[in-house]
């Protein structure tokens, strides 16, 4: 997917033929342009990895292996960022102290660094517990189910919740627009549907 192109718009100043013949001023020979500024280069994307952008499957479990881990381990960023449309956002729905909610709205870049520090001391790892999903033409709408352990082998999650996940293709790959996620809590556990594939 390319990123949109900024185009400047010309403006001509011609005078009508009519008004030269009244005796207005002539037209200049030449229109007078005038010309948007140039728009600064956009930082290039990572190229994706064929396997990971190939299908809906794949896109989603690249998602949840990029950000999975144990402490210390890296993660590979570039390898995050190529699975985002350039414009792609992220967000986390979650509860105030006065009852209300907000969503934390995120690009890419934000989560890498919010999470670099906390995954270099704590064990992560999200899987995919069910998943429904809606296409239609170049887009998709995913809504995956997951759970989130500090340990692969741990046997309770410590967290488990939604990732709402919008994808677009663009004819030749797969990519994530925006995925936005609420964690479930004390007053709203996951239903039976949403642990099971749709």
Do not use: C
Not at 1 to 22: K, S, Y
Not at 39 to 63: K, L, Q, T
Request: aromatic fraction near 8%; hydrophobic fraction near 45%; proline fraction near 8%.
């Amino acid at each position: 997917m390319n990123r949109l192109a900024h185009i400047g718009l010309a403006l001509a100043f011609t005078a009508p033929a009519a008004m030269a013949q009244q005796g207005a001023p002539a037209a200049p020979a030449t229109p007078t342009a005038i010309a948007a500024p140039a728009a600064p280069a956009a930082p290039s994307m990572p190229a994706a990895r064929a396997a990971d952008v190939a299908s809906i499957d794949a896109i989603i479990a690249a998602v949840y292996d990029v950000i999975s881990g144990p402490a210390g381990a890296p993660r590979d960023w570039d390898r995050m960022r190529s699975l985002f449309a350039p414009e792609g956002r992220m967000g986390a729905v979650g509860a105030r102290p006065d009852g209300s909610y907000v969503l934390r709205s995120l690009t890419p870049e934000d989560y890498i660094a919010r999470n670099t520090k906390t995954f270099a001391t704590m064990g992560f790892f999200e899987t995919e517990k069910a998943r429904t999903t809606e296409v239609f033409g170049q887009i998709a709408h995913v809504f995956s189910t997951y759970e989130a352990r500090h340990a692969k082998d741990d046997a309770k999650p410590f967290m488990r919740g939604v990732n709402s996940i919008q994808l677009i293709h663009d004819g030749q790959r797969w990519y994530v627009l925006n995925l936005i996620w609420r964690a479930e809590d004390a007053k709203l556990q996951l239903p039976e549907r949403y642990l099971r594939n749709g």
